[in-house]
């Protein structure tokens, strides 16, 4: 099936995330804002990972009409075995109430003065890329893929390749 032919649900409203989806599929999602099930700012692959599985089978199951749902989660994880440092990490589940697959989008280094402030005062990765950008909504936008790279990558372009990653085993003959 042409991968824009499927009807795909996206478990958010967040503009950044629905745009990676009109990229790497071509179709407009109809989006719906469903819980993560997870903490605001998920602090570990498994629980960014769990997030997006959860908004994916959410919203599927809340829009029955569609084919995919689609959970887009962020969050940071620690790197404790090689390089001890803090990494922003973008995750893609989708899942057609049978299969289920997750994609994984480019994981990259963040500031250890944000990762020590989000811990320690318990708030959220955007609100520290809003106050060094001197944005607001940057979550929305380029996000810190933009402020770090001057705008070299954007945050949907990072959720773009996770989105192709997770929806290519429902959409690629290799897979049947
Ligand atoms: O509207 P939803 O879909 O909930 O999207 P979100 O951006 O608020 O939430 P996520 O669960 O994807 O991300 C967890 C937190 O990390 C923040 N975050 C993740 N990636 C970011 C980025 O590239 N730039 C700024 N903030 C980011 C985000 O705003 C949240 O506070």
Redesign the pocket.
């Known amino acids: 099936m042409d991968i824009s032919q499927f009807r795909y649900a996206l ?4 503009a ?2 629905k745009l990676a989806v009109v990229q790497a599929t071509g179709a407009e999602p109809a989006c719906l ?1 469903v819980p ?1 099930g997870v903490s ?3 602090l570990s692959e498994e629980e ?1 990972v769990q ?1 997006a599985i959860n ?1 994916a089978k959410a919203v599927l199951a809340q829009m029955p009409g569609n084919d995919i749902g689609l959970g ?5 994880m620690y790197d404790d075995r090689f390089t001890q440092q803090w990494y ?1 990490i ?1 995750i893609c589940a989708a899942w057609n109430g049978e299969s289920l697959y997750v994609g994984k989008g480019l994981s990259f280094p963040i500031p250890r003065q944000a990762a020590e402030r989000i811990v320690r005062e318990g708030i ?4 520290v ?2 106050e060094w950008g001197n944005t607001t909504g ?3 936008q ?6 770090l790279t001057d705008g070299r990558i954007k ?1 949907a372009d ?1 959720f773009e390749q996770a989105v192709t990653a997770a929806i290519t085993p429902f959409v690629s003959a290799f897979y049947q």
């Open positions: 478990g958010t409203t967040n950044a995330k804002s993560s605001d700012q998920p960014t997030g908004r887009l989660e962020g969050g940071l922003l973008s959220e990765l955007r609100t890329i809003d940057s979550n929305q380029g996000g810190a893929y933009a402020l945050r990072v």
